[in-house]
Every structure is written in C-alpha cells, then in structure tokens.
C-alpha cells in the first residue's frame, strides 16, 4: 500500500515557517535589548554630575559619549594665576604643565583666594585630555565655564 506523502509535505513546510519565525523573532529581540541597552547607558551617562562621570570613566564603568571624546584634540593654551600669596606657585605649575607638553601663554598673581578654580573656554574644554588631567591634580577645585577667556583653560592656585 502506498502511503500519502502529502501530509509530511505539509510538515516539512510549517516547520520550516516556524524555525523562519523564530529567526525573525530572535533578530527582533537581539535589536530591542541592543536599543534598551544604549537607552540604559545614556541615561547613566547623563545623569552623573561632571566628577562622577569622570571617575565612571576612568574605571571603564561607562564608555565615552562622541561629544566627550573629540576626534582631533588640539593642545590647549593654559593661563596660570597665582592667588595663594605664596611666590612661585604659578610659575611651578606652568613648568608642570609644559613639562606634559602643553603651552602656558600666561602666568602671574591674581586676588587672593582658598582653593584653586580651572576656567575653561567651552565645556569640550573640560572633557578632554587637557581639561580631565588638570582636574585631576586639583580634584577639589571649583570648576567655570568662562567664554571671555583669552586662552582656553585658566588655572587659579589659591591657599
């Protein structure tokens, strides 16, 4: 007796409809969690404030984001102000920092103050190389967003 073959046809084809469904449906789940991925470190990103984000950088908890990371860093021009009342301090500092090889277009005294302040031109200023190494020698200093600046980052050494 001849079996029908129809009815194994019919599997063969709503099994192959099932395993192309899966597929889809697999490519479709891998894409959302990509996205809710991204979503997720944005909003860590976005929501630490400046020195956190910092330190989550350097502990490679998060990536940086494009506009953090420039793809031509240019050496910034520093300034260095001492407001300390203590001779030698501004001068110090620009041998350090021309030591790292950046330039130094100013040096001198400004009012006395406590603590040190770093100026940056524009906020990139503050992301880059430049701008994260010299918070990190003055990790208590107050931080400004100063347009009007003649140079891009000045540096203010207080008491």
Known sequence: MIEPLGED?????????????????TIFLILVIGVAWGYYQSQ??????????????????ISPEPSMAPTIETKPVFSVLNASGVTGVAR???????????????????????????????????????????????PEAEVKIEAELITDIKVVIGK
Do not use: R
């Open 9 to 25: 046809i019919v599997m063969q084809g709503a099994s192959k409809q099932w395993q192309g469904g899966i597929t889809v449906l």
């Open 44 to 61: 860590i990103t976005n929501s630490l404030p400046a020195d956190a984000t910092h330190q989550a950088l350097q502990a490679g908890q």
């Open 92 to 138: 110090n500092l620009a041998e350090i920092i021309k030591q790292e090889g950046y330039e130094v277009g100013e040096t001198g005294n400004a009012q006395v103050q406590t603590g040190a302040t770093i100026s940056y031109k524009t906020s990139e200023l503050g992301h880059s190389k430049a701008g994260l190494w010299i918070q990190d020698l003055y």
